[in-house]
């Protein structure tokens, strides 16, 4: 018989398996500094090989982080969990050398439907960017194999 997990040991397994195959949060050099049920914070440090025609990060990239929190946030539970849709708002530029850090939270989650939300700011705490996640959870399907 296996000993039930606490929801943090659920949310850490989920946190190195989705980590071990998630080739686009490690080619943008992400950091998963953390993951607790419902909530994630993920680093990004912007390269030159992000900044766009005006010398700042592209905002789809900042977008891309925001996204991988929101991702973490709603699969820590360790059901299977998929975007439906979001938003973002972009408020200020990112730049090169910036240490960009995406904090997701759970504001609802009911049935198989959850909206996230998540603030992107640099290293000074300078707001860069504000994002709304709406997620479908499938049920009976686990985001990472126990």
């Given at each position: 018989m296996t000993p039930e997990r606490t929801p943090q040991q659920t949310a850490d397994l989920v946190r190195e398996r989705m980590f071990a195959n998630d080739r686009a949060a490690r080619s943008l050099g992400m950091e998963i500094v953390d993951v607790t049920p419902g909530r994630a914070t993920i680093t990004m440090t912007v390269r030159q090989d992000m900044l766009n025609?005006?010398?700042?990060?592209?905002?789809?990239?900042?977008?891309?982080?925001?996204?991988?929190?929101?991702?973490?946030?709603?699969?820590?539970?360790?059901?299977?969990?998929?975007?439906?849709?979001?938003?973002?708002d972009l408020m200020a530029p990112g730049r090169e050398g910036d240490v960009l850090t995406a904090r997701s939270f759970e504001v609802s989650k009911a049935g198989r439907t959850g909206v996230y939300d998540c603030e992107i700011s640099n290293q000074r705490n300078e707001r860069i960017a504000v994002f709304r996640g709406r997620s479908y959870t499938l049920k009976g399907k686990p985001a990472v194999a126990a």
């Open positions: 025609g005006h010398d700042i990060c592209h905002g789809g990239l900042i977008t891309t982080l925001a996204d991988t929190a929101f991702a973490y946030a709603c699969n820590s539970y360790n059901e299977l969990t998929v975007a439906s849709g979001f938003s973002v």
